[in-house]
Nanobody
Framework: VQLQASGGGLVQTGGSLRLSCAAS????????MGWFRQAPGKEREFVAG???????RYTDSVNGRFTASRDNAKNTGYLQMNSLKPEDTAVYYC???????????????????WGHGTQVTVSS
């Protein structure tokens, strides 16, 4: 299984970016996708996730600004990021696991596959 993340870049405060994560090597429609980020000197943290049933969850700091979505026909998940802030600066990772309603989306250890990460930098 391969996850190819893209869409990162440099944006000013208040700007927007859309991250994409294309999956290959396994059926996509029955998976959960999580988005995590890691800033320098900090642990990797959960940002957002979307289940195979299209349920979403967000960490408090991005709720209302970020939106996770997916297109099963394209085997791709998305993270739309609006109203970006300097504190959103980090490397963003997508992750994939088999659909598991019993395990919370933020559980980092529950994901089987990880993308390589894409840098998001928000300038003040």
């Amino acid at each position: 299984v391969q996850l190819q993340a893209s869409g990162g870049g440099l944006v000013q405060t208040g700007g927007s970016l859309r991250l994409s994560c294309a999956a290959s090597g396994r059926p996509f429609s029955n998976t959960d996708m999580g988005w995590f980020r890691q800033a320098p000197g900090k642990e990797r943290e959960f940002v957002a996730g979307i289940t195979w049933r299209i349920n979403t969850r967000y960490t408090d700091s991005v709720n209302g600004r970020f939106t996770a979505s997916r297109d099963n026909a394209k085997n791709t998940g998305y993270l739309q990021m609006n109203s970006l802030k300097p504190e959103d600066t980090a490397v963003y990772y997508c992750a994939l696991r088999s659909g598991r309603a019993s395990i919370s989306l933020p559980d980092r250890q529950s994901y089987d596959y990880w993308g390589h990460g894409t840098q998001v930098t928000v300038s003040s």
